[in-house]
Nanobody
Framework: QVQLAESGGGSVQAGGSLRLSCVAS????????MGWFRHVPGKEREGVAG????????YYADSVRGRFTISRDDAKNTLYLQMNSLKPDDTATYYC???????????????????WGQGTQVTVSS
């Protein structure tokens, strides 16, 4: 049974930092594209960052590039998202997701992912 479990969310002031973690189980973590998404009620789920082991690639949305860093530890089946210089616009529920294979240009499309975590809330106050 595939499971993804996020943690690390919380409330911070603008300019602060948080580190999200996503522990995966039930599949070979190293062969999957892993992504972080965020969702605000009333808006579509947004791809924030993605990474795969196949090409050691990292992808970022323009809105977070330079502030967020995605990383993975395949030995621990864990995905991370280091979020620095947080802004109120970063407030959302953050989800990790996985799908087999490399990420490629389709990494930000939520419908292409097979597995999802339950989400962790990030709130940034001004």
């Amino acid at each position: 049974q595939v499971q993804l479990a996020e943690s690390g969310g919380g409330s911070v002031q603008a300019g602060g930092s948080l580190r999200l973690s996503c522990v995966a189980s039930g599949y070979d973590h190293s062969t999957h594209c892993m992504g972080w998404f965020r969702h605000v009620p009333g808006k579509e789920r947004e791809g924030v960052a993605g990474t795969d082991t196949t090409y050691s690639a990292r992808y970022y949305a323009d809105s977070v590039r330079g502030r967020f860093t995605i990383s993975r530890d395949d030995a621990k089946n864990t995905l991370y998202l280091q979020m620095n210089s947080l802004k109120p616009d970063d407030t959302a529920t953050y989800y990790c997701a996985a799908r087999p294979g490399a990420c490629g240009d389709s990494w930000p499309f939520a419908t292409t992912y097979n597995y999802w975590g339950q989400g962790t809330q990030v709130t940034v106050s001004s």
